[in-house]
């Protein structure tokens, strides 16, 4: 890793800051998010496929694109991206030490989280990338990327259940937090959903004169699917493919070509080939993502219920009738009943491990004595390496292993698997 992001997991970068932090820093380094046309992507789930998406289509329509995403898999460099290449090292010595500088003065230092976003905003300025999308982190009204004041558009995604020690208790709750990145007289583009959150997005959609763009999800039609991939029609749009998996992918496709469109509103040019050579050439790992075929393993970055219970319809619909082992271990704020009852449905055993250097992790026996309520058939292992490469030495001919449970229990298993090189 490198030197200047290790300084970032010190204690003293680790606290919750609010918007004007963030602000603060951006002032005092030049504010490059200024420099920027930006769209502005949040949400519980998805909201880093449809980045992908839209980072996608916009670099293969000849822009240069900056993607800001969070949390990084295999290595952090992941996390701020030209055209799909990861910020190069020599880069954040480049211009960390600046935006280092800058923090250190301030009264109040910002979070490590602020000053990651501070990176991405200074090197996708001083590249002149003609547009940056980026993912907020967590929430929206209060989140350092919400420094953004004049997004091409702003994208709501799917709202669930996560983070309620600081978002809320209830879906309005959150979608307001979450509404927070609605700016006056730009377009929404929204995830259609419950009408708790629908209310609460066309209500601040009018209170800021923006144009409110909900997205219909009836337009869509599933042509063909195969663990390869998936082709479907969005209104008059035919046989779009995408190698990404599950109807929710086909719902993130959806938004960000209604982002597209709000960018093509804006003085952007894609035409239809780029379109869907974008959605077609799309890369996001560790979204039911085949990784190994003998045995055949999948990894998939759930991480709440909402996502299990994703993962669960995924694997019912690309895997009827297998016998499904889970290699899973997730953090101790989850709601691991929550997550477990949607996924138990498809699973027959049961593999808990442990996810590395993360101190937040469950221990895997204490998930694993948890799970017994779900299958007698259930083990642990302490060492991540040894569970995944025992799991997969055992495997039946019919037999699918699929990972879930954690992004950085999804990154750390690529790395076994797809180590960085």
Not at 110 to 116: A, L, S
């Amino acid at each position: 890793m490198n030197r200047y992001i290790e300084l970032l997991t010190v204690s003293k970068w680790r606290r919750h800051r609010g918007l004007s932090n963030a602000a603060e820093l951006m002032r005092r380094i030049g504010d490059p998010q200024k420099k920027l046309r930006c769209i502005h992507v949040a949400g519980t789930n998805g909201k880093g496929s449809a980045a992908a998406y839209i980072a996608s289509v916009l670099k293969e329509a000849g822009y240069k694109v900056g993607l800001n995403t969070s949390p990084y898999l295999q290595v952090f460099n992941e996390r701020i991206k030209i055209n799909g290449e990861n910020i190069p090292d020599e880069a954040i010595d480049k211009y960390f030490p600046g935006i280092l500088d800058a923090a250190q003065q301030m009264e109040e230092m910002p979070n490590e989280f602020g000053m990651i976003t501070a990176l991405a905003f200074t090197y996708f300025a001083a590249e002149h990338c003609d547009i940056a999308v980026i993912e907020v982190g967590m929430g929206g009204i209060d989140d350092a990327t919400n420094v953004i004041e004049d997004p091409v558009c702003s994208v709501l995604m799917n709202i669930g259940y996560d983070h309620t020690s600081a978002l809320g208790n209830t879906l309005s709750e959150i979608a307001e937090k979450k509404a927070g990145i609605i700016k006056k007289g730009r377009p929404a583009v929204v995830y259609s959903q419950s009408s708790e959150v629908m209310d609460v997005f066309r209500s601040v959609c009018e209170k800021e004169s923006a144009p409110y763009i909900p997205v219909d999800f009836g337009k869509l039609s599933l042509r063909e699917y195969s663990i390869d991939g998936q082709v479907f029609d969005y209104g008059e749009l035919r046989e779009l493919k995408t190698p990404l998996l599950g109807d929710h992918q086909l719902n993130n496709a959806a938004m960000a070509i209604e982002a597209i469109k709000c960018a093509c509103n804006a003085g952007f040019k894609v035409d239809q080939g780029a379109l869907r050579r974008g959605i077609e050439n799309v890369f996001w790992p560790a979204r039911f993502e085949v990784v190994n075929r003998k045995p055949l393993m999948i990894i998939d970055g759930g991480h709440n219920g909402q996502c299990a219970e994703t993962t669960r319809k995924c694997i019912e619909k690309y895997l009827p009738g297998r016998k499904v082992t889970l290699i899973t271990g997730i953090m101790r704020d989850k709601d691991a009943k929550k997550v477990f009852d949607a996924i138990s449905p498809v699973a027959e055993k049961y593999v808990c491990v442990s996810v590395p250097d993360l101190p937040r992790a469950m221990e895997p026996e204490r998930l694993a004595d948890e799970l017994k309520a779900y299958s007698s058939n259930v083990t642990y292992f302490n060492d991540l390496r040894e569970g995944v490469e025992v799991t997969m030495s055992r495997a039946s001919e019919d037999e699918v292993i699929v990972v879930f449970g954690s992004l950085y229990l999804a990154g750390a298993v690529r790395n076994i698997l797809k180590p960085v090189k």
